[in-house]
């Protein structure tokens, strides 16, 4: 049966996409040697990618019970793209995104779309192979029209490669027609050493190019399930330490500094503003539409690049970064002299939240559903002001997003320390023997090793019938889950409780940490309490309160 791209595909797309960048974002970053050497594309695709993934889960919310259209999927994509967008390579991907919407959520989307449900539960509009072949031909066309000076053995080439492998697929299934356009990028990014002179001089690939290789790869599972293992990988390792092991200069002579904005401005004066922005530095490239524009320029005069966005229109989330430098923040104010340490910590509810406040951490309030942007967990690391930060995630989930934080808050002259609690039971075990006064590397040793002695459990509610390692719940049970997985199903919240810690105690443990949501009453704490005190009596119990936003219950052994 044919592959068609609809909604659901195309969130599994976005989604898919995040994590492929997330595992191929370091080596991306480290042969990124075009258009300046600053080692910072597979972050920026991560985050631009992130950026548009929200926007279309926020999508799939706003409609729920319901499903949005494709074209409304497609458009929150292109969108969450564009105002996330970071970096050239980020920019340009978000053009990339914005012309596939054009063609998938625009009229022939409309024209496509079949009769939805009456009830609106459901909807049965999608793409085929031909016009998913259309919108990978607008993604590339719009793509070399957003920059100023198009340069060949870039990801504008990989992306054209990629849009004329789908066209001569001649395929309706989109399945077959993604295959087609991963292949035929995967072949013109091997030949990007040989376009781009400074590729071939390190021996790298195209870094964005690599990162739409990844992208287009998640489509492909998106739609057939298939795991690609991109062709260019083989030997690239080799091409990586190459390029590692010669010296490339950070800023090749060229401007000093990106700049980077988001405009609200007509037509005609983004037409002037190329002009004049082209006249100023280089790598210029302007996407957008509709009033909205992101903007991506290199300058060595970053107060006239943002002086004319004012005259263009109205110019926010500006960011100007100094190359090899960090970020170039202006303040009316001097800076505070930085602490040498702090913690930054995402956290599940307001009673976790102020505990661990108290702590001395900088917190991330967490919401049921809405997991943190990298951003916000960078906004916390400068918040922290500190030269060394150890970052709790407290999330498997957030490993990617934390990774890129880390990554970022790094260029900016801070020392970070990744540490991969999976549960905030972690985060609280490896605070407890936080200790400042240590040195850095002992102290993030101590606390990653006394996270990792703390095996975690959670109790949540089933939301439908499922299938799950202990069994199928059915809606409205009590699930408890150990390390992740779930382990008991129950239909009341203290016998379920119980049991995960007779689970979890059985391979031994000194202290159980319980950690309550809103709605469970005292009393389930007392019963819990006694339950270990008269069946393990060398183990102690502490219990705090998660408060709102918080899970059902979390559970710690250390």
């Not at 009769?115 to 016009?131: I, N, S, W």
């Not at 004066?269 to 004049?276: E, H, T």
């Not at 439908?464 to 199903?489: E, F, K, N, P, Y």
């Not at 119990?541 to 250390?558: C, D, K």
């Amino acid at each position: 049966m044919p592959q068609n791209l609809d909604a659901v595909a195309v969130r599994a797309w976005c989604r898919l996409a995040l994590d492929a960048l997330g595992r191929a974002r370091e080596e991306i970053d480290s042969i990124n040697v075009y258009p300046v050497a600053d080692g910072d594309t597979g972050t920026n695709l991560y985050l631009t990618v992130e950026s548009a993934s929200q926007a279309v889960d926020a999508a799939f919310t706003g409609h729920d019970p319901a499903l949005p259209s494709l074209a409304e999927t497609v458009r929150a994509m292109a969108h969450g793209a564009l105002i996330g967008a970071r970096g050239n390579s980020g920019t340009i991907l978000s053009q990339l995104f914005r012309g596939m919407a054009q063609i998938l959520g625009g009229p022939e989307g409309d024209e496509r779309a079949e009769t939805r449900d009456t009830d609106h539960t459901a909807h049965t509009d999608y793409a085929d192979g031909h016009v998913l072949e259309l919108a990978l031909r607008r993604a590339a066309e719009s793509a070399y029209e957003a920059v100023a000076h198009p340069v060949e053995g870039t990801v504008l080439t990989v992306a054209t490669a990629a849009a004329k492998a789908a066209g001569a697929a001649g395929s309706t299934d989109c399945g077959t027609v993604a295959r087609a356009a991963y292949d035929g990028a995967c072949v013109a990014l091997d030949a990007t050493p040989g376009q781009l002179a400074v590729l071939g001089r390190a021996g790298v690939v195209d870094a964005g190019g690599r990162g739409l290789v990844a992208v287009l790869g998640a489509l492909v599972r998106a739609l057939s399930g298939e795991t690609l293992s991109h062709k260019a990988a083989d030997g690239l390792h080799a091409r990586v330490e190459a390029a590692e092991c010669e010296e490339l200069p950070a800023g090749g002579g060229g401007p000093a500094f990106e700049v980077i904005y988001l405009l609200e401005a007509d037509d005609s004066a983004v037409a002037r503003l190329r002009a004049r922005l082209d006249r100023l530095g280089d790598s210029l490239v302007v996407v957008g539409g509709d009033g909205l524009w992101n903007v991506h320029v290199h300058v060595d005069d970053a107060g006239a690049a943002v002086e004319a966005g004012v005259e263009a229109g109205r110019p926010h989330r500006i960011r100007i970064t100094h190359f090899g430098v960090g970020d170039a923040h202006t303040t009316a104010q001097p800076p505070r002299e930085r602490t040498q340490r702090a913690i930054v910590a995402v956290v599940p509810g307001e009673g976790l939240a102020g505990l661990y406040a108290e702590a001395g951490a900088t917190t991330v309030p967490t919401r049921v559903g809405e997991p943190p942007a990298s951003g916000e967990l960078v906004d916390a690391i400068r918040r922290a002001h500190a030269r060394e930060v150890v970052l709790l995630p407290n999330d498997a989930e957030l490993r990617h997003t934390a990774a890129a934080a880390a990554e970022q808050a790094r260029t900016e002259g801070v020392r970070v320390a990744l540490i991969p609690t999976r549960s905030a039971v972690q985060g609280i075990a490896a605070l407890a023997v936080h200790a400042p006064e240590r040195r850095f590397d002992e102290d993030v040793v101590a606390m990653t090793s006394a996270a990792g002695a703390t095996r975690y459990g959670e109790l949540a509610v089933a939301e439908r019938q499922s299938w799950t390692m202990a069994g199928i719940c059915q809606a409205g049970d009590v699930l408890g889950l150990i390390d992740g997985d779930v382990a008991v199903i129950g239909s009341e919240v203290a016998p379920t409780a119980a049991s995960v810690l007779d689970r979890m105690l059985s391979a031994g443990g000194e202290m159980v940490t319980l950690v309550l949501g809103e709605s469970v009453p005292d009393a389930v704490a007392e019963r819990l309490e006694k339950h270990v005190r008269e069946t393990y009596l060398a183990v102690d119990t502490v219990v705090y309160r998660g408060g709102r936003q918080s899970a059902l219950m979390l559970i710690g052994v250390e």
